[in-house]
């Protein structure tokens, strides 16, 4: 059972709904612990003054500001910094209902899931009556509540029969794009018409479940190896691609190739233009183990030369 993370009231007018805010994401990375290489002893953290090399209680930290225009520090204590805090409540005060196509994505931060807190039908009632009528008006709630130490801007919204809210960040927190270097001259009406037509042929509905984190699944197969006792070996670093010399030669051959994978970035059936079994039989077993990681092969930690061949061929 997820466990709540904080505990209040949404409030909007004199409507008062008591929730629970819950996590929304899971933490799948692998973690690790620092360890000295020699003996393997874990690694610790101390806070040492550089000026009388010495270490130093939590208790005697304060705070530095680095004055930008001025060659000094400012120095903040806990004091000072509570003086600012903001006002510990325990309500999401709603301020305004908006259209929900009108917020920019980019605003949004971190994703929470909120549940009705407590068995009450009366609190029940209430939490479905906002979760239906933020439905039918497709409306998210922007209001702002303080958790810890920090107060948020958040959104509310349904997702899967339930309220959602997103913490966003602040207009001046999003860099100007004007920073930012744009692309050159406009295209040729060829090159664009080229282009919508591969986008055309790459596009298809958007479905969660056909994404996966590459990266943790090799790094899971190296810790099986290694804790299997099997030797881990770097794979060759692939050259970086050069500039296109020939944009519409380009998007032609990216389009013939999407063509050829059905649309949709996979191989069309009855397609043997890589029917290369003879290629990869002359590769060595690590080459081929390389070129399973980069497939991402299912179980390829454990199969033989020739159990690599069929997988890759296939």
Not at 28 to 40: N, R
Not at 96 to 110: E, K, N, R, S, W
Not at 174 to 203: F, M, W
């Amino acid at each position: 059972m997820a466990r709540a993370l904080w505990a209040g009231s949404l409030s909007f007018g004199l409507v008062n709904v008591p929730v629970q805010l819950f996590s929304a994401v899971r933490d799948l990375d692998l973690h690790f612990t620092q360890l000295h290489e020699k003996d393997g002893s874990p690694i610790e953290t101390r806070r040492f003054c550089a000026e009388e090399d010495r270490e130093v209680p939590y208790e005697e930290i304060a705070h530095g500001y680095d004055l930008e225009d001025e060659d000094r520090r400012l120095v903040l204590t806990d004091e000072d910094l509570a003086s600012v805090a903001p006002r510990k409540t325990r309500t999401i005060d709603i301020h305004a209902f908006v259209d929900l196509a009108d917020v920019d994505p980019i605003h949004f931060d971190h994703p929470y899931f909120l549940a009705p807190s407590g068995d009450s039908e009366g609190t029940r009632r209430a939490y479905q009556l906002l979760v239906e009528v933020m439905r039918s008006t497709d409306r998210a709630a922007l209001g702002r509540f303080v958790m810890r130490t920090k107060e948020y801007l958040v959104a509310v919204r349904v997702r899967d029969d339930r309220l959602s809210l997103t913490t966003m960040l602040f207009a001046d927190e999003i860099r100007d794009p004007g920073d930012v270097p744009a692309g050159g001259r406009k295209p040729s009406k060829a090159q664009l018409a080229g282009a919508v037509k591969l986008i055309e042929a790459l596009s298809e509905p958007w479905n969660p479940d056909d994404y996966e984190d590459r990266y943790r699944k090799r790094l899971q197969d190296v810790v099986a190896r290694k804790k299997s006792g099997k030797r881990i070996r770097a794979p060759k670093q692939e050259p970086q691609p050069s500039p296109v010399p020939d944009l519409m030669a380009a998007l032609e051959r990216s389009l013939q190739e999407a063509q050829g994978r059905g649309g949709n970035g996979k191989r069309a059936s009855g397609d043997n233009a890589d029917d290369d079994g003879d290629d990869l039989a002359g590769l060595s077993r690590d080459e081929l183990y390389e070129r399973a990681q980069q497939a991402d092969v299912s179980g390829r930690s454990s199969m033989s030369k020739q159990q690599l061949i069929k997988a890759l061929s296939r």
